[in-house]
Each structure stands twice: as C-alpha cells, then as structure tokens.
C-alpha cells in the first residue's frame, strides 16, 4: 500500500498549500483549488489478437478550467492510479500558469502495460479509451498530448477517433501528433529543449560553465535521451543514464548516440560496452554537476535527499522529488529547476501547436523555438525573482505564481449561477 507521505496527490496538495500559505489564500479558493473539477473513469473492453476480450480501466481528469480549456498528456502503464492522475492534472495547471499559457491542468491514464500488446491492440486500446473520453476532450475544451509510453502514432488514432465521430477532421483536439496530419516542427525535442534553455540559465546565475559540467540523466525515453544528446552537444559530459531496467556509469563520459544505437539493438541500455552498471537508485547519489530526473515521480524523498550531491537538479519528470526532499536539498545548497518550470517546454509548444492547428497557419522550427527560448526564459526569470524576493526555493515560487494566476482567474470569472 503507498503510505500518504508518497501519495503523488498528496505529495501535490502539499506542494499547493505551501504556496497558498505563502499568499495567504483565503479557504474558499484553497477549497476550489485542492481538488479536480471533473474526473472521468472508464473501464472498456479491447478485443485483443487471439479474439478475447479484456477490460482495461482509464482516467481522464480536469483540475481546472478557469484560464482555459485544460490541457495535458495521456500515459499507459501499470502503475497508473486516480491519485496519481489527480496529482499530474494539478501539477498541468501550475505548469500552464507558470508559463502564461491559457490554459488549465488536465491528465490521463490507462492501467496497462503497452510492452506486452502488440501494435494492433494498442491501437484498438487507444481507439475505444479515446472514444470513452471523447465526452469531455476537444480543442474547446480539453487537449490530450503524449505522455508516458504514448507517442505522435497515438496521438494520431486518438484524433482521428473523435474526427471520425464529427464526420470531419479535428486536428486540434490533440497535440504532439505526427507533422504529416498537423504536428509542429519542434514538438517531439520540445521539452528536452526547454529543458536546456531554463539549465543555461540557471547555470548562468550560479555562474557554472554546462559546457564542462558532468551530467547525469536518469529516464532514457524522449525527454531524458533528447536532454543528454543536447548536453553533450554542447559540451557536457554524459557520466551516467538509466532507463527502467537499470542505468550504466562511465566517469570518463558516454556518447548519447552510441547508448541509444545500442538501446534500439537491444531495447535495454543496460549491457552497453563502454560502462559499468548501476541501479537508478545509486544513479542520482553520483557526484555530478547537473542531474536530471527525467523518468517517473517520487524519486528523491527524504531517505535519499542527503545523499544527493548534484549542484543542480533540472526536473524534466513530474514530481520526482517531494516536499521533505526540498528542504533537506534547498538547506543543502543544491538549485532545483522545478518540474513546473524546467518541464514546461513539452506544453509551451504544445500550445503552439494547437494555435497552428486552429489556424492552419505553421511556423517553422526555428520560430518555434525562438518561441519557445523567450517563454522559458522569461519564466524563469519571474521565478528567480519570486524565490529571491521571498527568500524561497524556486518551487515554492513558481507555485506562488501560478497558483496567484489562477486563484485570480477564479475571483474574476466569480462563482455560477
């Protein structure tokens, strides 16, 4: 049973009345703001290859619609609970309004594990789950992307679900879709890239040089791999990375290219030549310069926190490191690059997808991370400020923020009828 000190929703109410008490909010809007708005669970059946049928349950839940329809991925794993979707929801909102996006928080889920169907009954799973939630979705009103072992393919079904439920196209209800049915040039490096634009400049006010910083990157998906090819790139040495099956460890540095040739040889990184493996939980204890939690939540709690010895931690995960684990490493000195801040470069373009889509109008890569460079910057600025002013870490002030955005959406829109 998870204990509630590592309930991810509580973790994420925790965080919220930290800044509420900050603000010195008042109850009604702690009240409205602690909790979703709407939550949608649905337990569908999927016909799988040898023609039996199995029933899977699913999340789709919107925390807040104040600033916007509600924005946020759709992950699939075995892990998933509503707790945790609630948790992410909330965290979208605050990650939206950090970064001025008109939009409020939404997250999904399905209870499954992708690795062990095929690519037809992903599909046939994506296809029902999106029709189950096709109530409550829409470019109006809630805007799935990918998250967790989703990708622009699903996206791709899930839009062309709802179109074939209007009788036309709809290719705004999703982001993070394939550039051949209306993606963004940009979109699939979006968050590695936001990642990398908020660290160059936090390593600029600690006056740390990323171009000889040792980097350790814990998740090898999209963003934790995306991240270390552009670290490295500019410098940086890679000493280790993970992915769910372990990490492995070189001091002398890794070649982010050659780890993810030798993962698509293998589907593991794990067994690579050139390192020496290492748990993920020994992982983030190495002594580096930068280290970037880009896997799952709850990661660095206050059973490990002092054994953390990164100068810089860049969360490109949600929620990786919980409330104790704040304290215990802002006490120690080390600078943490907030989820809501430092993760925020994935739903940035998101957005400017969706504006491309309701417009039919593209932009091309370049303007877009022009783009997405003067958001992120300017975020982070705001932030810095907040937590200097405040004498707060940076998360207790990009939540201030945004949950100031968005309680003041609340009192201007009123209460109805």
Not at 202 to 223: E, I, P
Not at 274 to 296: F, G, K, R
Request: hydrophobic residues 45%; aromatic residues 6%.
């Amino acid at each position: 049973m998870m204990t509630d000190t590592m309930n991810p929703f509580v973790i994420a109410q925790e965080q919220f009345d930290i800044a509420a008490d900050m603000l010195d909010l008042s109850d009604a809007l702690r009240g409205h703001l602690r909790v979703a708005q709407r939550e949608l669970c649905v337990n569908f059946p999927v016909k799988m290859d040898d023609g039996s049928t199995r029933v899977y349950e699913g999340y789709r839940i919107q925390h807040n619609l104040s600033r916007g329809p509600t924005k946020g991925g759709i992950r699939y794993h075995s892990s998933v609970t509503v707790d945790e979707i609630r948790a992410l929801a909330m965290l979208m909102t605050w990650k939206c309004a950090v970064s001025g996006l008109p939009y409020g928080g939404a997250k999904g889920g399905v209870v499954v594990d992708p690795k062990v169907l095929s690519d037809s009954e992903i599909e046939r799973l994506t296809r029902r789950y999106a029709s189950e939630i096709s109530l409550v979705i829409g470019p109006e009103k809630d805007i799935p992307a990918p998250d967790v072992n989703t990708n622009p393919q699903i996206m791709a079904w899930i839009m062309d679900t709802v179109s074939m439920h209007k009788g036309y196209t709809v290719p705004a209800v999703v982001t993070g879709k394939p550039l051949n049915i209306g993606g963004s040039e940009g979109r699939n490096e979006a968050t590695a890239r936001g990642v990398v634009y908020v660290l160059l400049e936090a390593a600029r006010h600690l006056s740390m040089d990323l171009s000889h910083a040792r980097v350790v990157v814990q998740g090898f998906g999209n963003a934790g791999a995306n991240t270390a090819r552009m670290l490295h790139a500019l410098g940086a040495t890679v000493v280790a990375v993970s992915d769910s099956r372990g990490g492995v460890y070189n001091p002398s540095g890794l070649h982010p290219d050659a780890l993810l040739a030798h993962k698509r040889r293998t589907g593991a990184l794990s067994g690579f030549a050139e390192a020496d493996a290492i748990s993920n939980a020994d992982l983030l204890e190495i002594d580096c310069d930068v280290l970037v939690p880009a896997a799952l939540g709850i990661q660095i709690s206050e059973d490990n926190a002092a054994r953390v010895r990164a100068r810089l931690i860049a969360e490109a995960a949600n929620a990786p490191i919980t409330p104790a684990a704040d304290c215990i490493l802002y006490e120690r000195g080390c600078f943490v690059l907030p989820d809501v801040l430092a993760g925020a470069g994935g739903i940035t373009v998101s957005y400017f997808e969706w504006v491309q889509g309701l417009q039919e109008f593209f932009w091309t890569e370049r303007e877009v991370n022009a783009q997405l460079e003067r958001v992120l910057i300017g975020s982070f600025q705001r932030v810095l400020r907040v937590a200097q002013e405040r004498r707060v870490h940076m998360r207790t002030a990009a939540h201030m923020i945004a949950v100031q955005r968005v309680a003041d959406a609340v009192t201007t829109r009123g209460i109805y009828p």
